[in-house]
């Protein structure tokens, strides 16, 4: 994960969600295929906020909406409250997948424009007969809840929102149903640092308000490290590293992790600035053997080419799949 | 689009005029009251409002405001790709090295483009054209604007290609732009807008569609070359963190207008504008404790086809009082410890008198790293 593994996994804390061997690939012709996930295992406790930290190309979006089933996954199993997502026929699915909702990146394009948002928000409850004379008090009531006033956007289209309020209508949209799991797939990547704030604080505030747990994908560290519990790193779709949020910029010793971490612009910058050759990715479809990261790693060997990495205990909640780091090298804060 | 169109017709080989710039007292760019509207059919939308700015040689400034505050619209009419038009309006002057951008004749205009001022844009897939190899792109560039034969251009679009960390050259300049990744594409467009050697450089965004670690690289690479080549520029973002390592000075943009400008340092140790203060305060950190309740700032920006009167930030100020919402604060008032630290506020978050000050003048060494942050 770049190894795998499954030490990092809770199983007697009954977990909301539990994920196990997730792999999805695409085929793209040529009997070629885009290796997105391969082998994640991953466990969401009740009221946890799971961060899901990585670049684009990681696999990070993949996972959530495997989760979801939208696609469903190639292999694996995602088990909701003890309930077998992937095994379920279509209708089965749609009436267990209630439980869990999602949150897209971009808030305009996941609305459809014709509606009206109070419309958009209800038409969760309509598909599943909640319908009655309560509906729009309930409508006004979340409404009011992700901190828009139900009289000014009740008749509004998605297009005379702005983003930062189109996400809050998708927000109100996925509790409508009282979920217990929200998928966050990079909800703040397409809005303003101001406006990024407030749908932040309102996830957290909605977190504690309809007890959910939450699965957090964001390509930012400084936000993953804000809103989650624990933060789990992909590279290449594999586990680099999986530790409490709160040790994420002081004790995280995955070398791809700490690149993260250095590459991260805050104003406390300064050091070297040599240009630095092109680093590429490598490619999705044939991932190089062994640890994934090896490619870019400073410390890769032979070794790491021959073996994949197994997720190993550092410490509390601390797991890393890196044959060349140890506890030892984990600073003591 | 790369800022040469190809259906000039002048002579590719006209030298330039001789300009006076850099040992001059005249800075490299000098930007007054620049006003740039469009008309549109819901009204005039007053995308820049009256932005005055000064820019000496190898100094890098960095623009930053939210969506819709005016900082792209700016940087293209600092450029000259916005000019006036039927729909179009642009007042106040641009001059750079001394020449007033807007009054030139476009293809005059074009001249500049190249060995005066380049420009690097958000995304580096529709800056190159994906028809053309990426060698190509080099050497029309290197052809029309310096007059290199065939063969000195393709040898020099290596040399470009290995300044900008290009790994094998040779192989690249065969590839058309799909075949690279993001951060090579921006690599290449960054080596297209260095070929001419130009005395400003221009960067919109340069990094937002790129990933973090590639986001890095780039950056570093545009801080190294500007020092190397003495080349002044404008980082435009809408990322404060990408502004805070990066610069000598930032012009804090609010609805068309610059609410704060100083040295980087001083902005960031002691803004003393609302708007920059929240902005701060709004952004995630590192070190953060988890679950920290973020600073947010109520509201929206206003609409800039009916831009609030008075201070355009007082809406959604906290410190606003009456004569804020009737009266726009002059656009630059300097402070009396700090001339080149401006601000414009009626009620300023002024330290504490004779706390720090002297600790913000010494940001203002134009060194790049004299931010000791």
Redesign the interface.
């Known amino acids: 994960m770049a190894g795998s593994g499954t030490v990092h996994l809770r199983e007697s804390e009954q977990p909301v969600l539990s994920v196990r061997d997730l792999v999805v690939e695409f085929p793209v012709g040529r009997r070629q295929k885009v290796h997105a996930v391969s082998g994640l295992n991953l466990d969401l406790l009740a009221g946890e906020t799971l961060g899901i930290l990585g670049e684009s190309g990681c696999g990070k979006s993949s996972a959530g909406r495997a989760f979801m089933q939208m696609p469903p996954p190639t292999s694996g199993s995602v088990l909701l409250h003890g309930t077998e997502l992937t095994r379920l026929r279509s209708r089965e699915l749609r009436r267990a997948r209630a439980k869990m909702q999602m949150i897209m990146q971009d808030p305009v394009s996941s609305l459809n424009p014709r509606r009206r948002v109070r419309d958009l928000v209800a038409e969760g409850l309509s598909i599943w007969g909640f319908e009655g004379e309560d509906e729009d008090r309930l409508i006004r009531e979340t409404l009011h809840a992700v901190g828009l006033e139900p009289e000014v956007v009740w008749n509004r289209r998605p297009h005379e929102l702005s983003g930062g309020q189109c996400q809050r209508v998708c927000i109100a949209r996925a509790l409508m149903l009282k979920p217990s799991v929200l998928i966050c797939d990079e909800p703040v990547a397409s809005l303003d640092v101001s406006v990024q704030a407030q749908i932040l604080n309102l996830l957290e505030r909605s977190k504690r308000s309809h007890l959910l747990s939450l699965v957090f994908i964001a390509h930012d560290v400084a936000v993953v490290k804000n809103i989650s519990d624990r933060v789990m790193v992909l590279y290449l779709g594999k586990t680099c590293e999986v530790l409490p949020s709160a040790h994420l910029d002081t004790r995280a010793v995955h070398p791809y992790t700490r690149l993260l971490l250095a590459s991260v612009p805050e104003a406390t910058e300064g050091g070297s600035r040599q240009t630095q050759p092109a680093t590429e990715l490598p490619s999705p479809l044939d991932p190089p053997s062994g640890c994934r990261f090896r490619t870019r790693c400073p410390l890769a060997t032979d070794r790491c080419a021959a073996e994949e990495p197994v997720l190993r205990e550092l410490g509390p909640g601390h797991f890393v799949a890196c044959h060349h780091v140890d506890a030892a090298h984990v600073p003591t804060a | 689009m790369t800022p040469e169109p190809p259906m000039s017709q002048e002579p590719p080989m006209t030298p330039e005029p001789p300009v006076t710039v850099g040992s001059t007292a005249t800075p490299l760019l000098e930007v007054d009251d620049l006003r740039t509207t469009f008309h549109t059919p819901r009204g005039a939308v007053r995308a820049v409002d009256g932005v005055s700015l000064r820019l000496s040689a190898g100094e890098t400034i960095g623009v930053v405001g939210?969506?819709g505050s005016g900082k792209s619209v700016l940087g293209r009419t600092i450029m000259g790709l916005i000019s006036a038009g039927p729909a179009t309006e642009v007042q106040g002057t641009v001059r750079i090295g001394g020449r007033d951008v807007h009054a030139l004749a476009p293809g005059e205009r074009r001249r500049l483009w190249g060995p005066e001022v380049a420009m690097v844009f958000q995304d580096p897939m529709t800056s190159l054209n994906p028809t053309k190899r990426i060698g190509t792109h080099l050497t029309e560039t290197l052809r029309l604007h310096l007059g290199l034969r065939r063969g000195a251009a393709a040898d020099r679009a290596i040399e470009l290609l290995v300044?900008?960390?290009?790994?094998e050259p040779r192989r690249r300049v065969r590839q058309f732009p799909h075949e690279l990744?993001g951060?090579?594409r921006q690599?290449v467009v960054i080596a297209l807008a260095l070929a001419c050697s130009p005395k400003l450089l221009i960067a919109d965004e340069p990094t937002t569609a790129l990933?973090?670690?590639?986001?890095?690289?780039i950056?570093?690479?545009l801080?190294?070359?500007a020092e190397r080549l003495d080349m002044a520029t404008i980082l435009i973002s809408?990322?404060?963190?990408?502004i805070?390592?990066?610069t000598d000075r930032v012009a804090v943009m609010y609805a068309g207008r610059i609410a704060e400008t100083a040295a980087t340092a001083a902005v960031?140790e002691h803004p003393l504008h609302p708007y920059t203060d929240?902005?701060i305060g709004?952004?995630?950190?590192?070190?953060?404790?988890?679950?920290?309740?973020?600073?947010?700032?109520?509201g929206?920006?206003p609409d800039m086809s009916a831009p609030p009167p008075g201070c355009r930030f007082a809406p959604r100020c906290v410190h606003a009082f009456e004569r804020c919402r009737e009266e726009a604060p002059p656009p630059h008032e300097p402070l009396a410890y700090d001339a080149r630290h401006s601000v414009a506020c009626h009620a300023p978050l002024l330290p504490a008198p004779n706390a720090d000050s002297g600790n913000a003048d010494s940001g203002n060494a134009d060194s790049m790293?004299g931010?000791?942050?």
Do not use: C, W, Y
């Open positions: 939210e969506s300044q900008v960390g290009i790994p990744s951060g090579m690599r990933d973090v670690t590639v986001q890095k690289q950056l570093d690479l801080g190294t070359l809408h990322d404060l963190g990408v805070a390592g990066r960031f929240a902005l709004s952004i995630p950190r590192l070190s953060n404790e988890p679950h920290a309740e973020l600073r947010v700032i109520d929206n920006p790293n931010g000791d942050d």
